[in-house]
C-alpha cells in the first residue's frame, strides 16, 4: 500500500480537504497540520499539490492498519508510568501498568491527544476521593482511569450523543461502573463531584456552572493559561504539550 503524507500551510487543512476529498475513495486522515492519505482501493490522483500543500512525501506500508499503527507508534500510549492506553488490538500492557481499552471510534480521547495524556496525568496525581465527573468525556478515558483509580461515583457527560455511548461501552468493556449521559454544559448545570475533570473548548469552560462541593478543577482544552478565567480558583500546576495547556485548580 502507498501512503502519501501531504504537509500543509497552518489553517490551511480544511480548504485542502475540502479540495481533495471528491477525490480521494479513502479519504484521508487529519494530524494536526498533516494530512496522511492511502492508496487501497484506487490510484491517488496525480496532483495532490493543491493551494495550501506545503510539501509532498510518498512511502510503501503494510496493507493491515494494525501494522501500520504499531510501526507508527500508536500501539498504546503509556503515561506518567502508571497506565497503558490502548486499543483492543494493540498489545496488553506490561506488568504494573493500569490497563485502559478504548475503542477506535469518532469520539474523542482514544489517547493519541496530549490533552488526554495530560488529564490523565493529573488525575493520577490526586487522592482518589469520592464524586468525580468527566465534563466533555468523549469516549470516556478520563472516567475510566479515574474509577479503576477508586473516585466513585464517576459520572461522564457530553453534548455528543455518540461520545457518551461510546463512554459507557468502553466503561462496560474496562468493567467499571460509569454513569454516562447526554448533557450540553453551556445550558446544564453538571452532576456535582469533588473532581471534575473538564478538557473542553474554552467557550464551554467560560459558560461552566461549578457547583460549592467541587474542590479540584483539571482543566485542558485550551490553547493559553488565560483562555479561561475560573474566578476564586487557584492554578496548582501547569502543563503544556505541543501546543495545548492542562492546569490543575483548588480553590483560593
Ligand atoms: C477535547 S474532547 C475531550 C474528550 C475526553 N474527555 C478526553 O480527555 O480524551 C472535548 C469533548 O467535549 C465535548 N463538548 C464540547 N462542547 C460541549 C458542551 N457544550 N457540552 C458538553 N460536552 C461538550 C466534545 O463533544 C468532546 O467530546
Same mark, same amino acid.
Given at each position: ?25 479513502? =479519504? ?15 490510484? &491517488? ?14 512511502s510503501d506500508v503494510p496493507d493491515d492498519w494494525r501494522e501500520r499503527r504499531r ?9 506518567? =508510568? ?13 506488568? =504494573?501498568?493500569?490497563? *485502559? ?18 488529564? &490523565? ?22 472516567? *475510566? ?28 468493556? +474496562? ?7 447526554? &448533557?450540553? &454544559? ?12 473538564? +478538557? ?17 478543577? *483539571? ?12 474566578? =476564586? ?20
Amino acid at each position: 500500500m502507498r501512503r502519501v503524507t501531504l504537509r500543509v500551510r497552518p489553517g490551511a487543512v480544511e480548504d485542502v480537504l475540502d479540495a481533495l476529498l471528491p477525490r480521494l475513495p479513502d =479519504g484521508a486522515h487529519v494530524r494536526g497540520d498533516t494530512l496522511v492519505l492511502h492508496a487501497r482501493t484506487a490510484p &491517488l490522483p496525480d496532483d495532490l499539490a493543491v493551494d495550501g500543500v506545503v510539501d509532498i512525501t510518498e512511502s510503501d506500508v503494510p496493507d493491515d492498519w494494525r501494522e501500520r499503527r504499531r510501526l507508527d507508534g500508536l500501539g498504546g500510549v503509556e503515561v506518567a =508510568g502508571r497506565i497503558w492506553l490502548r486499543s483492543p488490538d494493540d498489545p496488553p500492557p506490561a506488568p =504494573g501498568l493500569m490497563d *485502559i481499552v478504548i475503542e477506535r471510534s469518532a469520539a474523542f480521547g482514544t489517547g493519541a491527544h496530549p490533552t488526554t495524556r495530560m488529564c &490523565l496525568g493529573f488525575i493520577l496525581g490526586l487522592e482518589p476521593r469520592g464524586a468525580f465527573s468527566d465534563l466533555g468525556c468523549g469516549a470516556g478515558a478520563l472516567s *475510566i482511569a479515574a474509577a479503576k483509580l477508586g473516585f466513585a461515583p464517576v459520572q461522564a457527560v457530553d453534548y455528543d450523543e455518540h461520545s457518551v455511548e461510546s463512554a459507557r461501552a468502553n466503561a462496560r468493556d +474496562n468493567g467499571v461502573a460509569v454513569d454516562a449521559n447526554v &448533557l450540553d &454544559l453551556t445550558r446544564q448545570a453538571p452532576p456535582p463531584a469533588r473532581v471534575f475533570a473538564a +478538557n473542553m473548548p474554552a467557550r464551554v469552560h467560560r459558560a461552566l456552572q461549578v457547583p460549592d462541593v467541587t474542590e479540584v478543577i *483539571i482543566v485542558s482544552g485550551i490553547r493559553s493559561p488565560d483562555d479561561v478565567t475560573y474566578e =476564586g480558583w487557584r492554578r496548582t500546576d501547569v502543563l503544556e504539550r505541543d501546543g495545548w495547556v492542562a492546569m490543575l485548580l483548588e480553590r483560593a
